[in-house]
């Protein structure tokens, strides 16, 4: 996944700057939510909650892909 399709999708999400990061430092450089959470100073249950949401809207959208116009 590229950043711009990582920001795409937590653009669609709303996701907050630090939750976004967050998310941004398991999904692109491969961290723990634990540890995103620890260098972003957010709780562990905040990082999984928008990790869950980013994680679930790139599943939507794999459902829908089949259905666009290429």
Do not use: C, W
């Amino acid at each position: 996944m590229t950043i711009d399709h990582f920001n795409h999708i937590a653009d669609l999400i709303g996701l907050k700057k630090k939750s976004r990061e967050a998310v941004l430092l398991m999904e692109i450089e491969g961290m723990t939510g634990y540890s995103a959470a620890k260098q972003m100073d957010l709780s562990e249950s905040t990082v999984s909650r928008a990790h869950s949401r980013f994680r679930k809207a790139i599943k939507e959208i794999n459902s829908l892909a089949k259905f666009l116009p290429l």
